[in-house]
């Protein structure tokens, strides 16, 4: 079965400071690993995908997430944090019926 | 413009009534999706739709019955309301053929309490 884990429940940043968000992987055969974001009271918003190609993916508003085949990591990256990124970031996986599961959520929480 | 409509974004019901959530797309997806979200955060795929055909359905019990008029639309009935269903419900939509390749947009979401 596919599944995706986020060791952190919490991740505090400093504002300016770099962020890593947490993502391991279990899958077999290729691994397709998305990354979504859900600001309070709001629906999940999309950030970025790897499907094949470059391990550093780039997506929406500055975030980047690296791939890493040996470690089965895909951490998510943003060198400069803003205030405004504070929200739950959910890491995930697609089952053979295209459903996603979700890892269970990382709140970051960027102090100004 | 919105992509992925939901109504209502609020619900508040006694327990053992029936309750309908309503979900729109205008992204010309093929495929539909249902996810719960609990209080702890935790997202969990309920159903999922392509073409307007269930090809997915995780353990619901079937007090909770999905239905796609069209492509465009994906509703949720939900019978004898329990007050374990209190939860947040996402509609989600995302496109096809190869839609493990594609990302899913997501509704508002639906904020369901059980009283």
């Known amino acids: 079965a596919q599944s995706v884990a986020q060791p952190e429940d919490q991740v505090n940043v400093a504002e300016g400071n770099p962020l890593t968000v947490k993502c391991t992987y279990s899958?077999?055969?290729?691994?397709?690993l998305f990354w979504y974001v859900q600001y309070p009271n709001r629906g999940l918003q999309f950030l970025l995908k790897?499907?094949?190609?470059?391990?550093l993916v780039k997506g929406s508003y500055g975030f980047e997430a690296e791939f890493n085949k040996s470690q089965t990591s895909f951490h998510l990256k943003k060198p400069s944090a803003l205030v405004s990124d504070s929200a739950l970031y959910f890491c995930?996986?697609?089952?053979?019926?295209?459903?996603?599961?979700f890892g269970s959520g990382t709140q970051l929480t960027v102090l100004p | 413009d919105t992509a992925v409509s939901q109504t209502p974004k609020y619900l508040v019901t006694q327990m053992g009534n029936d309750k309908s959530i309503k979900c729109e797309q205008n992204l010309g997806h093929d495929t539909m999706y249902w996810y719960k979200q609990d209080s702890k955060k935790f997202l969990k795929i309920m159903f999922s739709y392509n073409n307007k055909e269930l090809i997915i359905n995780e353990t619901v019990p079937n007090r909770f019955s999905p239905k796609s008029p069209d492509k465009a639309h994906l509703n949720l009935h939900i019978n004898s309301l329990e007050l374990g269903d209190s939860a947040v419900y996402f509609c989600?939509?995302?496109?096809?053929?190869?839609?493990?390749?594609?990302?899913?947009?997501f509704g508002p979401g639906t904020r369901l309490t059980v009283t």
């Open positions: 899958v077999s055969g290729n691994p397709y």
């Open positions: 989600a939509s995302s496109r096809n053929p190869s839609g493990r390749l594609h990302e899913q947009y």
């Open positions: 995930a996986v697609p089952g053979s019926a295209r459903q996603l599961t």
């Open positions: 790897y499907i094949t190609g470059d391990n």
